[in-house]
């Protein structure tokens, strides 16, 4: 790529647009988790009871930079800010909006550590130049995106998680590699092949399956021959070695470069390209086959910091996903209330994982050096999809076009429905099997926007399927009696805590967002939103009056619940924010949320 046209998307005009919408967000996410303190402004015009809502202003911490706005507060303490009515000022005078300066300004409220600030302040900036370049394509609405297909859907999303503000920091991409592999520049890429000498990988599978159907099913003839010459060309026995798939950048700049000696050892030997074209997923790790589309996903490591976390994949990890995955099948496969509400899941079905004995040795079980080299292949969505049906992911429920209108709101109407019925069907899909697989198993999922695709007919969300599991599961109560190769996820949650799966991850992280997008569009007014949910929660509450007791042990109707921060987690360490293993350990809990279920709550 040309060095110039590497940088069209980031001009004068895009910046600023950039640095708008991501003030807005920095401003409403912090002050949802009380790192900020908006302060009504009562000598303006603009007053309390404006549908745009009243305005504030939030100080610098020395005092000397004023941020003033236009809000509504909504439920779960959402502020809801018109970007357009942001303005900075210093001494009266009116400065540009910034978002690294925004930063700065308020580290000391933000507790940006010395080590944390400078790189958060290049995530932020990767975080900008990826909003720019978003400005630069060609704008689709919200109505032509609600009648798109799964990938159209999948790599048209602008915003990323709705919660965090550095969410596309991706460091490790230079520019020719973000034009390459970042999902919204939805650029065809063919995986890497590395034949890995089997005394250091391990390949393991679902019960159903074994290595060489697999490699059969994903590669084909031809490629497998063309794979096992190099390796004979080079005097190696290809039965000696297992074919794991990399992602390109990977390659490029961690294995033939940090595992130099494998390389010169033919312990892993690189087999050139794959035979089909992959469109990366927004977890930027995850590839979906658009050359077949029924053959599988396929996750890689990616040795790239992005979003709290360096997105490796541990070779450890992966040994026990597909065991997790049958368990799981099993338990759902046997479960009426979750059969009925047409959940599936998409099964890890194969995993491999190469292990470098002297990074191991020198390292503990967090080191990006043991998570550079691993793979699992998920099913694909697109075999069991009934005629007429569409996907998409459940993030582009609180995707906004930039005239403001939202892909939730263009799904209803393309639905005929009226917009209470269209959600609860979406509830009945999604937050049904949430619940009783927390209730009737102590079973948590992280079912973030990205985690979810949603079944469409015509704009009806018809069910759900749930994805990503093996490494973001958790069973909450350490008496379960688990299958050796699952205790994996078992993790003892202190009691108080464990709603939190539903409190946090659905209403605080999603459910927040969804009803800002319908009720400031006038789809769906707050209280007909929560009503819904509330009655979608009765209704399976009574479905299974077995577990009654479990109900009054966790009420979902309280009156109030903890407010859990995820800023506040990058915010302190962006390389590292929770342990999976002990998930509840690095909780940033800073007072309360008023349960919007609560007055809703059924007698009895």
């Given at each position: 790529m040309n060095p110039?046209?590497?940088?069209?998307?980031?001009?004068?005009?895009h910046w600023a647009r950039a640095n708008r919408l991501l003030v807005r967000k920095a401003l409403a996410e912090f002050a949802h988790e009380r790192l900020l303190t908006p302060e009504p402004v009562d000598d303006e015009p603009t007053g309390s009871t404006g549908p745009a809502g009243r305005r504030y202003l939030i100080r610098s911490n020395d005092g000397g930079v004023e941020y003033r706005f236009t809000a509504r507060l909504l439920s779960l303490e959402h502020w809801h800010i018109d970007p357009e009515s942001i303005t900075r000022h210093r001494d009266g005078a009116e400065l540009p909006l910034d978002a690294l300066d925004l930063c700065t300004?308020?580290?000391?409220?933000l507790g940006l550590s010395d080590r944390v600030l400078p790189v958060y302040l290049e995530e932020i900036t990767s975080t900008l130049a990826g909003t720019a370049y978003k400005l630069s394509r060609p704008a689709v609405s919200a109505a032509e995106l609600a009648r798109a297909d799964f990938q159209a859907v999948e790599t048209g999303m602008t915003e990323g998680h709705p919660c965090f503000v550095a969410n596309n920091g991706r460091l490790g991409f230079g520019i020719h590699e973000y034009h390459r592999y970042a999902p919204e520049a939805a650029h065809p890429v063919r995986l890497l092949w590395l034949a890995a000498h089997r005394d250091h990988a391990t390949f393991t599978c679902a019960a159903d399956l074994d290595y060489d159907t697999l490699m059969a099913y994903e590669l084909g003839t031809e490629t497998l021959d063309r794979f096992a010459a190099t390796l004979t060309d080079l005097g190696l026995d290809p039965a000696d070695y297992l074919f794991i798939p990399v992602h390109p950048w990977q390659w490029w700049n961690r294995l033939a470069v940090t595992f130099a000696g494998e390389v010169a050892q033919r312990r892993l030997v690189c087999l050139g390209e794959g035979p089909d074209d992959y469109l990366a997923q927004q977890s930027i790790r995850t590839f979906f086959n658009v050359s077949a589309p029924e053959r599988h996903y396929v996750k890689t490591a990616l040795s790239v910091l992005n979003m709290g976390f360096l997105r490796g994949l541990s070779a450890a990890y992966m040994a026990a996903t597909p065991a997790i995955n049958d368990w799981l099948a099993e338990l759902f496969d046997a479960d009426e209330v979750i059969k009925e509400t047409g959940l599936t899941v998409l099964r890890e079905r194969a995993a491999i994982g190469y292990r470098h004995q002297q990074f191991e040795a020198a390292t503990d079980r967090y080191s990006p050096y043991r998570k550079m080299l691993a793979a699992l292949w998920r099913e694909s969505p697109v075999p069991a999809l009934a005629p007429g049906r569409r996907l998409a992911t459940m993030a582009s429920?609180?995707?906004?076009?930039?005239?403001?209108?939202?892909?939730a709101a263009a799904l209803v109407a393309e639905s005929g429905l009226a917009p209470e019925v269209w959600l609860r069907r979406y509830l009945d899909a999604y937050l049904v099997p949430l619940l009783h697989a927390f209730y009737a198993y102590d079973l948590a999922f992280m079912p973030h926007g990205e985690n979810v695709i949603l079944v469409l007919d015509g704009g009806t969300v018809e069910r759900v399927i749930f994805k990503d599991i093996a490494e973001e599961i958790c069973v909450m109560d350490p008496a379960v009696e688990l299958p050796e190769t699952v205790r994996r996820v078992q993790a003892e949650i202190p009691e108080d805590m464990r709603l939190l799966s539903i409190f946090t991850d659905v209403f605080d992280?999603?459910?927040?967002?969804l009803n800002a997008v319908l009720s400031t569009e006038g789809v769906l007014d707050e209280e007909s939103f929560w009503r819904t949910v509330a009655a979608c929660a009765a209704d399976y509450r009574?479905?299974?009056?077995?577990l009654a007791d479990r109900f009054r042990r966790y009420d979902l109707f309280a009156d109030e619940f903890a407010l859990s921060c995820l800023n506040r987690l990058q915010?302190?360490?962006?390389?590292?924010?929770?342990d999976l293993a002990d998930p509840s350990a690095a909780l940033q809990l800073v007072g309360t949320l008023a349960n919007p279920l609560a007055r809703y709550a059924p007698a009895g």
């Open positions: 110039l046209e590497s940088v069209t998307h980031l001009t004068p005009e300004e308020l580290r000391g409220a429920l609180v995707h906004v076009d930039r005239d403001g209108r939202s892909l992280c999603f459910f927040r967002h009574d479905r299974v009056p077995h915010l302190r360490n962006n390389e590292q924010m929770v």
